[in-house]
């Protein structure tokens, strides 16, 4: 891992929203007198994120994981702190800083809608200033690497969703960026298309080292991708650290389903000490503390006449929903 | 990015914004129909105006038709580029997409201003040069380099005008999300730039000198062609001219500073 490519010192961000009652009285006081309030929607947080690192933003809807996207790349004017990525003031929007990063969302599109991906492609090859070889070797290249072929030439409007997203990833891409941002990008794909999306980052990331901040409410998406994870609840970070030790932290105990030979044997386990949730005939299903299993399956494998055993991992989804609703995690 | 490398990328947008709108066969030949109808009326309505004693604020309808010409070269140039472009920069705003604008190594002036061609506008411009040559010789002008270099300079600062006060609006956007109907509004007062301004009463006219110069637009132009133009006025359009570009461009860098992007 290399040195630090992303530092954020003490960023805050604050956004005069307006409110409206509701009903028709509401409606013209609001068209006549609108009122509105300060809502910091990210407090006072830093963080460093190396060079070919791939982080995850985890957080309920709402939290500030887009928000932080944003003034990462230079959409959005930071209200207070520092941010430095790839040792430019992002905000300033350089053209040297514009080369180096690239944003892919999920829910918005550059695509020109009627016309075939390539001619998008070509468009931004301009853009970025590549001569019309070049451009075709490194369409030549990521096509391949994202399998997309045939849907180059047709227009974008009778591509499917997962098609459409992969040509987008090839538009956001052509440029070769150092540091990637990507808010949900596997939104509303297929299971399969999600996969080979998740495939590809991976990839691209193995081959150039380029750095990923990455937003989704798919966990797979985050267990896949992601060594490390910056939970955010309210604007506020509520961890930062990997994402293994995280679940370990939420998730301390294992169950494990035990099938014994004979009902006498499971009887014995039950007495044994272990602590048992439940015990129906010759099956008993016990938890065991994480640090400990390997020693605790040793002792029952040794003592007690066993058929077959089932470790049943919590599901991931709802490890990671008690990260959302909770404010500090120290671990 | 070098002036050649712009030069290369609006090619790039030339080309693919014909290709869009040629995907679209009768819309095109239903904007020429419309092109070409709506300069056929708006010839027939100064026609009318001008049918009781030949005069209105002392120009003749000859003399009137070079402010059509005019006016019709200038809507052509909105068609063309001000209204696909600026009219779009509204739904950037309101969907958030004028992200991908603002993270392209480029001037996002450009981008927004530029990208977009409405091929069906070429049309209007053609049809306000040829009722323009078509004025020079009723009107028996003297086609000279004086002549020629004072019309291109003011009708060049008459599309900077138009240009800034569209952009101005349209950056607007920033903090009141919907500004549509101020554009229609801008759209309805450029209809009065089809009539010579001295047929307005003294107010108006310092109206539409003053708050909104659309007696810039058209009618100095137009004063250049019959020459009744003065220096002093011409000089004034390019620095009204310059003033307006130049205050919408620090004006468009200044609001995206308020640019909060749209949520996701």
Redesign the interface.
């Known amino acids: 891992m290399g040195q630090n490519i992303i530092d954020v010192k003490n960023l805050s961000k604050s ?1 005069d929203i307006s409110s409206k009652e509701p009903g028709l009285k509401g409606t013209i006081k609001h068209f006549f007198r609108r009122q509105t309030k300060s809502l910091k929607v990210i407090k006072d947080i830093s963080f460093e994120i190396k060079e070919g690192e791939i982080v995850g933003f985890l957080g309920a809807n709402g939290a500030g994981k ?1 928000t932080i996207l ?1 003034m990462l ?5 930071p209200s207070e702190g520092s941010i430095l990525v790839s040792g430019h003031l992002p905000f300033r ?1 350089k ?1 040297n800083f ?2 180096n ?3 892919i ?1 999920g ?4 695509l ?4 075939p991906p390539i ?2 492609f ?2 931004n090859a ?4 590549l001569d019309k070889f070049e451009a075709k070797k490194r369409i030549k290249k990521l096509s391949e690497m994202l399998e997309i072929d045939e849907e180059l030439f047709i ?1 974008v409007r009778k591509l499917s969703l997962g098609q459409r997203m992969k040509s987008e990833l090839l538009a956001a891409l052509i440029h070769e960026p150092n540091i990637l941002f990507l ?2 990008p596997t939104l509303g794909l297929d299971i399969n298309a999600q996969r080979n999306l998740r495939k590809f980052l991976q990839k691209y990331n193995k081959e150039t080292n380029a750095t990923i901040c990455l937003t989704s409410h798919y966990m797979k998406d985050i267990t896949s991708l992601c060594k490390r994870v910056i939970c955010v609840h309210e604007g506020a970070i509520s961890y930062d650290g990997k994402l293994n030790l995280l679940l370990k932290r939420l998730s301390p105990v294992k169950e494990i389903l035990i099938v014994c030979r004979s009902e006498k044997d499971a009887t014995k386990l039950e007495s044994s000490g272990f602590t048992v949730k439940n015990k129906i005939k010759n099956e008993i299903t016990i938890k065991i503390e994480n640090n400990s299993i390997t020693s605790s399956l040793k002792t029952i494998l040794n003592n007690f006449d066993i058929e077959d055993l089932f470790i049943n991992e919590p599901p991931i989804d709802e490890i990671i929903g008690k990260v959302l609703i909770k404010k500090d995690y120290d671990i | 990015m070098s002036l050649r490398k712009y030069l290369k990328v609006y090619k790039k947008f030339l080309h693919t914004s014909l290709a869009s709108e040629l995907e679209y066969k009768t819309n095109i030949l239903l904007d020429l129909i419309t092109a070409i109808l709506s300069l056929i009326g708006s010839i027939f309505l100064l026609s009318i105006f001008f049918q009781n004693n030949g005069y209105i604020g002392g120009w003749k309808f000859e003399q009137a038709l070079i402010i059509q010409g005019i006016y019709t070269i200038l809507n052509g140039i909105t068609n063309t580029w001000f209204n696909p472009n600026l009219t779009e920069i509204v739904k950037h705003i309101r969907e958030g997409t004028l992200d991908f604008v603002l993270l392209k190594p480029m001037d996002s002036q450009f981008y927004i201003s530029l990208k977009k061609i409405n091929p069906s506008g070429f049309l209007e411009i053609m049809l306000g040069f040829f009722l323009l040559f078509f004025c020079i010789r009723i009107n028996q002008i003297n086609l000279n380099l004086s002549f020629l270099t004072l019309s291109l300079i003011t009708i060049s600062c008459s599309i900077c005008i138009l240009y800034s006060l569209w952009f101005f609006i349209s950056t607007t956007t920033i903090w009141f999300v919907k500004t549509w109907n101020a554009i229609e509004v801008l759209r309805s007062l450029l209809y009065i730039g089809r009539f010579p301004l001295n047929s307005f009463s003294f107010s108006l006219r310092i109206f539409f000198s003053v708050f909104i110069p659309i007696a810039f637009i058209t009618a100095i132009p137009s004063e250049v062609f019959l020459g009744l133009s003065q220096l002093w006025k011409i000089l004034l359009e390019v620095i009204v001219a310059t003033i307006f570009l130049m205050t919408s461009r620090k004006f468009w860098l200044f609001a995206l500073k308020f640019y909060s992007s749209a949520s996701s």
């Open positions: 956004f887009t944003k790349c230079g959409l959005i004017y929007r053209e514009l080369k990063i690239t944003l969302m829910q918005k599109q550059q020109i809608w009627d016309l001619e998008s070509y468009l301009s853009i970025y200033d227009p808010d949900e």
